[in-house]
């Protein structure tokens, strides 16, 4: 264990206490602003409401990007889920030489920056003559989400020891049964925790999505757009409700993540 002095202790705790204030700092003065007015280059205190979020329920635009959203983010995820356990599964029980390869292009789409990913994408789906709409956001956020399953199933697939599953068989389960009853239960921690963290990304994409989709828009779009316009009482009501919805997942992710080093 390394040991500390008291004075680099305190330098280390004011460079942490800047560092948050710099990356959160305007987040919370976004938040603020939802329930205040600012004017005349001054805080209205008389002026607390929460007629800011009563506005976002009502705006029929931010309900329908919500949705979309919604469907996006729980399309890909499945889709992410099934792909990415299915190729874990073949790259953990496969002895072929091209399961590297498969490897590499599960990768290859988050590795990349993201404005190369949907680049590619737009140009397949062009060439393809498949017109953009949600279902290629869908198809798109699946590309990019999948290494991060795939990853973290295949993690926890390693550490799980193959005498689970030659007990099973030899006591006369299935592959089914062996698959249902011994490995998806040591396994739904790490997809449970996959999911999570999929869909905030999914939620979170932005490029992506600016360039495979078509007429409709999901809510980072939306406020993208919002923002061109400047910040109004709306945005800052819109960014406090989707930082209280990014930090419930990841307080949720991290429960999942925490479940198998508790036994």
Request: aromatic share 12%; glycine share 6%.
């Amino acid at each position: 264990m390394i040991r500390v002095s008291p004075g680099a202790r305190i330098v280390l705790g004011v460079i942490a206490g800047f560092v948050l204030v710099v990356l959160y700092g305007p987040l919370l003065v976004a938040i603020f602003f939802s329930f205040f007015e600012f004017r005349n280059n001054a805080v209205a205190w008389d002026s607390f409401s929460f007629d800011a979020y009563v506005s976002l329920v009502h705006d029929e635009g931010i309900i329908e990007a919500v949705e979309n959203t919604l469907i996006v983010g729980a399309a890909a995820v499945g889709l992410s889920l099934i792909l990415g356990t299915a190729l874990a599964f073949y790259y953990n029980g496969s002895r072929s030489r091209l399961r590297e390869l498969l490897q590499l292009l599960i990768f290859l789409p988050f590795l990349m920056p993201p404005i190369i990913t949907g680049l590619s994408l737009l140009i397949f789906f062009r060439e393809v003559d498949v017109p953009r709409s949600l279902w290629t956001v869908v198809i798109g956020h699946t590309v990019f989400v999948l290494a991060l399953v795939y990853r973290i199933v295949l993690s926890r697939l390693q550490t799980l020891r193959t005498s689970l599953v030659e007990a099973s068989l030899d006591l006369g389960a299935s592959r089914w049964q062996t698959f249902r009853y011994v490995l998806l239960p040591a396994l739904l921690p790490a997809i449970g925790s996959a999911a999570i963290l999929a869909f905030a990304l999914s939620f979170d994409e932005t490029l992506i999505t600016l360039l495979v989709t078509g007429t409709d828009s999901t809510l980072p779009m939306r406020l993208w757009g919002m923002m061109r316009m400047g910040f109004t009482p709306d945005i800052n009501a819109l960014v406090a409700v989707i930082l209280v919805g990014t930090t419930l997942l990841a307080l949720l992710a991290i429960r999942f993540v925490k479940l198998p080093t508790q036994h």
